[in-house]
C-alpha cells in the first residue's frame, strides 16, 4: 500500500460523510500491518456533542473487527468536501489513536497537491497512555 493510494481511500471515505452541520467534510483511511485498510467518515449530530469524526469511525470499525496493528492513517477534508489545506486531526482522535498506536505511527495530513507527514509522537508528546493503567 503506497501513501499515494492511502490518500485516494480517504478522499473516497470523505464522500461518506454525514456534516449537515458544519459542512465540513473529512475522509479517513486506516492502514493496518496486512494492508488491511479501513476507512472512516465524519459523522455530526444535531446536538453537536455527540459528532464523530472520520479518524475515529475508522479506528473504531477496525477494533471492532479486532484490529489492533496500525501502520498509518490519511486525512483529508474541507468544507462542502474540497480540499483546500491539510490540518492536523482533533486532541480526542489523538487520544483514541494512542490507545492502538505506537510512538512512530504515521499520519498523512493531506492538501490539494499531496501531504504531510507526521508521527504520533510529534501530534501527542508528554501523552497519558495504555501504560499508566496497564504497566505496558
Ligand atoms: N473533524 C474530523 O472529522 N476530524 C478532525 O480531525 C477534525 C474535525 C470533523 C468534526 C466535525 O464534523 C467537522 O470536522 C468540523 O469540525
Redesign the pocket.
Known sequence: MTNEKLCELAKEAMLRAY?P??G?K?G?ALLCEDGTVYQGC?I?NAAFGP?N???RTAFFKAVYDGRRDFVAIA?C?GKDGVITGG????GV?RQVMREFCSDDFKILMMHPNGFEEVTLAELLPHSFSPSEHMGM
Open positions: 456534516a452541520y458544519s465540513f473529512v479517513a465524519n455530526e459528532t469524526c472520520a479518524e486525512v477534508g490540518f492536523p486531526p482533533c482522535c
